[in-house]
């Protein structure tokens, strides 16, 4: 076990995944507070780095690409006190980062987890339901459907519409934006066969954000539901394969080729398991029936 406890929060790594708790200071941003404990399994990692200040390091996760719906939802515009993947290191402690990020990376070179990317969530992404109230509405999700609400600094036009119920089955992707300089954010949700350009202020789909201190959270709701969202490699394989001509069948694969493709499925979802994207409950329905096949 590995471990560096700070004010910025703790890292423990166990061989099999890095425990990720922020600390409980004042300063600690409401997003990661309001996110809590991170688990992300090993094979979710592409690397891990340690920077040394005068004062302060900082240690620095790096995942895979697609490993992550809130890395995905936020497009890495995460500033640097709301990202989870980072951790502020008191310079007494440097040997102790420096440890950690060698353990880590040994167990990346054992188990020789590859970089490239992935086509299935490998954390799960915040827990629902949940609602954020921030810029000009409130953004609740139950896990199936999105409810935007607005509030006395709607846009006029926009409020008159009233309130929103998405059903989940009718988006095709969501969008955070933080505010920059006089750029206002967002959180847009893309409703299917309901193509929009509007501006924010004027989008029944989205919230108008301004910058103001509970804006990182709307990324928790965007990520709640990019996590129940097809993959977007998955998705992208699929047009392309309704773009390409039907191919020729394949040959039959012999009850041999099928035993072994079985058997690495319940080694994939033993590790689903283990790193907590499966309940037990899920997990032994899954089982079941591939011992079934078997």
Known sequence: MAEIIQTDGTWAFDGDALR?????????SLLRKELGELIVPLGALAGI???????????????RDGADPLLHATGGRLTEPHDPYQLIVESERYGVAEYLVDEVRRALLLDQVPADPVDAYLLPGPSVPLSVSAGDGTAGFDGERIRLEWNWKTEDAKAAAGARTLALTDITGVEWQPAAGLENGYLRFTV???????PPKYDPNAVELWGFKKDPLMALVA????????????????????????????????AEDDHDALLRRLRELGELHRTGVLTDDEFALAKQAILKRM
């Open 49 to 63: 780095s340690f920077e040394q200040g005068k004062k302060t390091g900082r240690l620095r996760l790096r995942l």
């Open 20 to 28: 990720l708790t922020p600390g409980r200071d004042k300063n600690i």
């Open 223 to 254: 990520a709640a539901v990019q996590a129940r969202l097809t993959h977007p490699a998955r998705a992208a394989a699929g047009d392309l394969a309704d773009a390409r001509p039907e191919p020729p069948s394949p040959p039959v694969a012999s």
């Open 192 to 198: 299917r066969n309901a193509p929009t350009k509007a």
